[in-house]
T-cell receptor, first 114, second 113 residues
């Protein structure tokens, strides 16, 4: 079945450091891939997405490229800020007979220190 | 802006009580989902619905039921609450189609004592 594996946390970085959070997936078809972010006490919100191979999603300085050959969708940011402290979830959506199903990684907690 | 609202942010219930969690979305989405979120386990799908009166079991449906009588509303029911159902419950909705993202509500923190 489909699944998502992402880097375990927690991750602690200094402000302006480079961020990479690894995400790999297993899927039977050609899924869409997503990164969600969850700030303390809130629900998840979409950070970026890519719907086909070689697509790059980007938002708020974050980027991720859909790599079919390595089944990966790693999240990167060149210079993190304290306000980026949150939990990040990698997810995929695949076709099914009853619409689309979503599969989430377990989340990676990021803390950015000044 | 898509809005997904949940009836309560915090709820405290006693063991054995019947609990209703309500979720409403305002963007005419076909799909609606209920997850629970626990530390170290990520999000686990309880039930989802792709149309009115339709439902599908997720990964952990035991002890839960759902109801979708109207397109915009998806209810999660704990028939007889137990302490191991203490958790954060997240509702989400999406358009039908695998390229569409989910929109999440703010969550309900349920404590069963």
């Amino acid at each position: 079945g489909d699944s998502v594996t992402q880097m375990e946390g927690p991750v602690t970085l200094s402000e302006e450091a480079f961020l990479t959070i690894n995400c790999t997936y297993t899927a039977t078809g050609y899924p869409s891939l997503f990164w969600y972010v969850q700030y303390p006490g809130e629900g998840l919100q979409l950070l970026l997405k890519a719907t086909k191979a070689d697509d790059k999603g980007s938002n708020k300085g974050f980027e991720a490229t859909y790599r079919k050959e390595t089944t990966s969708f790693h999240l990167e940011k060149g210079s993190v800020q304290v306000s980026d402290s949150a939990v990040y979830f990698c997810a995929l959506s695949d076709r099914s007979n009853t619409g689309n199903q979503f599969y989430f990684g377990t989340g990676t907690s990021l803390t950015v220190i000044p | 802006d898509v809005k997904v609202t949940q009836s309560s942010r915090y709820l405290v219930k006693r063991t054995g009580e019947k609990v209703f969690l309500e979720c409403v979305q305002d963007m005419d989405h076909e799909n609606m989902f209920w997850y629970r979120q626990d530390p170290g386990l990520g999000l686990r799908l309880i039930y989802f619905s792709y149309d009115v009166k339709m439902k599908e079991k997720g990964d952990i449906p035991e002890g839960y039921s759902v109801s979708r009588e109207k397109k915009e509303r998806f209810s999660l029911i704990l028939e007889s609450a137990s302490t191991n159902q203490t958790s954060m419950y997240l509702c989400a909705s999406s358009l039908f189609g695998f390229s569409y993202e989910q929109y999440f509500g703010p969550g309900t923190r349920l404590t069963v004592t």
